[in-house]
């Protein structure tokens, strides 16, 4: 009924205005247009704001920082061999006497070294005193003359004397003690 008076309303009012409805238009028609219309005319004008729901926007994607994995712990190494330190023992000669520079070494390479201070040639051999093993000989060596060779000695006692004819004899010999 609300419907009708409505109607009946706009007819009175577009009666009475002037060009307001086409002549013979009825008020339903004229309503029924302007519904039509209304659905046309917000298609030919897009500067009209629509609202459209839009759907949220995907968050992005960030990868994941690079780590590069940990390195390899490597084994720890063997401790070297302890290096034998080189000894020293100088045999001072002079006529018909052979001394030491220190009567006691420790085990392993030594450096022995016969340094002829006598007026006359001496030489020099070392050989355990038990026997074993071969004896070393050092050549003989004028006045003031030095000869050297590294020998390794195992622990035990050595004994050194000159081999020229008649030194030993008359006191050119000593004994070392490697421990």
Known sequence: ??????????LVV????PGAAP???SAAHHHRARQHHRGHHRHRHPSRPTSVALPPAP?????????????????????????????????PAREFSLSLSRPVLDAGPVAIQLANFGE???DLSVQRTDGSGAAVAFPAVGAGGVATQTLTLAPGTYRLWCTL??????????TLTVR
Do not use: E, K, Y
Not at 14 to 17: D, G, K, L, M
């Open 1 to 10: 009924m609300l419907r009708r008076g409505l109607c009946s309303l706009l």
């Open 14 to 17: 577009f009666a009475t205005v």
């Open 23 to 25: 002549a013979g238009a």
């Open 59 to 91: 968050a992005p994607v960030v990868p994941a920082p690079f780590v590069p994995p940990p390195a390899p712990v490597p084994a720890p190494l063997p401790a070297p061999a302890p290096i034998p330190v080189l000894g020293h023992l100088q045999v």
């Open 120 to 122: 006359d040639a001496h």
């Open 165 to 174: 004819p008649g030194h030993d004899a008359l006191g050119m010999h000593t």
